[in-house]
């Protein structure tokens, strides 16, 4: 049988239109899904008029803005306060700087395609569909994330003996213990008044599955979803004996449980994820590529005043010795709160006020190059994250690479209050240090794998301060609004703080605003 | 701060050695995992003597033992019953012709480097070592296989109105549920008898993270890793309501929780999962580069016999009018026992009685041609599965060509006895034809997305009959001893079955064993 591709349509009877398919996503409450991804901003041609915007940062929401503004017949300016553009989107190669308030670091990396380090972001969920929009626009390629690896450890030094347990019996045991003791309670009539005699016998059923229990008691005694002991993690030849399950006392003291079990269950977390090949600011160099002419790199904000005609940007641009001004009829700004507060303005006081409440995370990354991958070689680690109570909170493994020689961990990745301040004050050489101190926990031999490392202390990076807006999830709704001739962006305007997506939502929200006040007049 | 390599690495203390971290490894009971993968098998150069081996079928496993045994010098001739190496790892692209005993498929896949669909196995967990260990030391390039993607649907047609669900609602509003229920059995004091009073505060507190619960009442009220209703899934530039859970009971009457919801759970398939760049082929690929030249292709195997010498190959070459033989030292058998059953042998009652005992199940693969990515374009699924409980039982979105504009959809893929038997029977085309009828339930206006379309039902394959051994987890004691100078190898004879790292454990057990007889003499 040789079925052509017309015969083949020409057979498969009822063919529904492209109309019907996007009439039924929306019926089944899908269409959202698109939205953003289906219909990127498209401003009409020539709508902007040559009127003449002022972008404050090339971050990724003030390139977004460039680049949909010019493509409408905006006349762009991006004032760029450092040497380079893409803000906290910040991969590290080896011959790189990293600078920060006190200190000056070189990059000391092997220079090999697979050798690099997301100090900023690092990971893309599959619903942020506006930066994917981009990926796919400017045909930055992508590659899958791994958040949730069964292979990767959990580690309390109290807990266990101090020593890692595995994530694939930590997951497991859990469900094992929780199903058990609900069985029970579900069989010894506890929860009669909340089941119908029906349900009862289902959810009985239910948990036998739910947590691998054995029948006919409804007892968790461990499961091959643990893995077996012994010689080899699966079946192999000949199945043996699977791995006791854990205590379950030990792991309710643990703090597994408290957030980091259910970590990549979060809506931005969990799978789906991706990453650019090769690093993140992929999408920084195709944005640069497309609106890197309008950027001025080493023009620092001094002011940002208003003006009858719109709005004036005083700026100091590297090597000059007196301050510039830009006059434009709007001006976006994405300069990070933290450091938005101590540039002289004329934003009202409710602006001044959002401003000043918007407090960042003190996060910091440490990545190092090792001379192997031991986590690959010596424990079928491939990408994801181990967990730890010590101030590096996790070792992030490299999910690209794989199977290559040497590779670049993260070795600590902070945002806690007192830890993140903790390795902030740091020097550079104590950071790495210190993560080593505390990765050999976890990794006994550690020190030896490491050959050298870098690390990135948001709150100590020129023009940044800080790394995200710490309230989650709580838009800040006065910088949503323009101030005059001056609106707002950065994914610290939305409620997506520390987020890519953020940073282009915002972006779009502005230019949409932008326009339709030009396109009124 | 410039800190080099060597200065950093004498400035991170106390230094660990290589035999420290290997032996710390043992104690914390890592070591077993890097058995296969760093320590290959490694026969002594030039000990196999010159010896022959017959070696019949040129799949993964038959090329393993070709492999490792010439490299020690050892004789192979690799008789394989059809035109190409691999058995059931089977990569279908555009021009390829798919047979069958009773029907020819000719692929008619655009020719690009996405374009393709693994018919026979399709992922690689991260704990199979030894075929990891090949694809590292051949340099197939591995890239990420998800199962687990929360974007995906499950579907029961009786369930839901008949609409599906997205997986991140059906996981999380199982899980909230079950946590509420167990907090009112422990919070109600029906399991005191069962948790001191420590572990009980712990438990509710645990069970509230765990499942999202409200406080102060640890009820279930839906959850923002459900995702957010309307307009995006995520918190966008301002979060809006959560959506609201599913029906607890309805969840309880649908088959999701019957394996479909802890899938990705279970050993073999939970993260990290790879599958090679390109293809599952490029395994083979690799494996006959090194091999092809030992291998005589469309040599059907007629009998096996015992000679004083060793063993005697009956065979038939393609063109040829009569029977040829090869006499061998040994021989590895790795032909599938639906076919071994059938070939006149000297075998042992308890061989044969092994042999007739393994069935096969009927697995059909049906993979579609889509005339773009409408998966990811409209519901952003991004690889991942969806369920159904109508007979194609999954739908897989291609985990690589993320972007491009087609795709290859694996539109079913059916493992079950009556519904593999029943696609099994099925024509080619009528295959197609009920695959895009079902899956239309799935995804409305299907089968206007689809260009053409391939099947392939491994039971009605010629020399296969049969897509991997029925019982799970049970070795065949029988086929993993030697019959005089015969081994057994594949899969088939392990606790793997269908896996290829089964096929490539097989073959090292039985290249061990010849040489161990070998040596020893």
Chains 1, 2 share one sequence.
Not at 233 to 257: C, M, Q, T, Y
Not at 404 to 426: C, D, N, V
Request: hydrophobic share 35%; with cysteine.
């Amino acid at each position: 049988m040789n079925m052509t591709r017309r015969n083949f349509i020409q057979s498969v009877g009822a063919v529904a239109g492209v109309e019907a398919v996007h009439r039924t996503m929306q019926a089944l409450g899908l269409s959202g899904v698109s939205e953003a991804h289906g219909a990127p901003l498209d401003l009409p041609l020539g709508s902007g008029q040559g009127k003449s915007v002022a972008i404050l940062g090339a971050g990724v929401s003030g390139m977004t803005a460039a680049y949909e503004l010019s493509k409408a017949g905006y006349r762009c300016t991006v004032l760029e306060a450092t040497g380079r553009a893409g803000g906290r989107n910040l991969t590290a190669r080896g011959g790189d700087v990293i600078r920060e308030i006190d200190s000056r670091q070189s990059v000391d990396f092997d220079h090999q395609d697979h050798m690099y380090a997301n100090l900023g972001p690092a990971r893309i969920p599959y619903h942020h569909r506006t930066i994917l929009g981009y990926c796919k626009e400017f045909g930055v390629e992508l590659e899958v994330f791994t958040n949730d690896n069964r292979a990767a450890l959990f580690h309390n030094r109290e807990r266990f003996g101090g020593k890692p347990v595995v994530a694939r019996q930590v997951r497991t045991d859990v469900r094992g213990y929780i199903a058990e003791l609900l069985a029970k309670a579900v069989g010894g009539n506890a929860l009669d008044s909340e089941l119908t005699a029906e349900d009862k016998e289902r959810i009985l059923d239910m948990l036998v599955r739910y947590g691998d229990l054995k029948e006919p008691d409804r007892l968790y005694k461990g499961s091959r979803r643990g893995g077996f002991r012994r010689e080899r993690i699966h079946e192999g030849l000949k199945a043996g004996d699977v791995n006791d399950p854990l205590d379950f006392s030990e792991l309710l003291r643990s703090d597994f449980w408290r957030y980091k079990l259910h970590y990549s269950d979060s809506l931005n977390q969990n799978p789906t994820l991706f990453q650019p090949v090769g690093g993140m600011d992929a999408i920084v160099k195709a944005f640069e590529k497309r609106v890197g002419r309008f950027i001025r790199y080493r023009s620092v904000v001094k002011e940002i005043r208003k003006t009858s005609q719109g709005v004036r940007i005083v700026y100091r641009a590297a090597g000059q010795d007196a301050d510039d001004a830009l006059d434009a009829d709007f001006a976006i700004c994405s300069i990070p709160a933290p450091v938005l507060k101590d540039i002289p303005n004329d934003f009202s006081t409710e602006t001044q006020a959002t401003i000043a409440s918007i407090t960042f995370v003190p996060a910091v990354k440490i990545a190092f190059q090792t001379r192997r991958r031991f986590w690959e070689e010596e424990q079928a680690i491939y990408g994801g994250m181990s967990w730890t109570d010590q101030d590096i909170t996790q070792i992030w493994y490299p999910p690209y690479g794989y199977h290559r020689h040497k590779g670049i961990l993260m070795g600590a990745y902070i945002w806690g209050q007192k830890s993140g301040q903790r390795f902030t004050r740091m020097t550079p050489r104590e950071r790495l240090q210190a993560a080593i101190a505390e990765g050999e926990h976890i990794h006994p031999g550690y020190a030896a794998e490491i050959e050298s490392g870098v690390s990135r202390a948001w709150v100590k990076t020129p023009f940044q301060k800080g790394a995200w807006p710490r309230s989650r999830h709580k838009s800040p709704e006065a910088l949503q609004k323009p101030d005059g001739a001056i609106y707002f962006a950065g994914d610290q305007t939305t409620g997506l703080p520390g987020w890519q997506e953020g940073a282009v939502l915002a972006a779009h929200a502005v230019v949409n605003a932008i326009s339709e006040r030009v396109m009124a007049k």
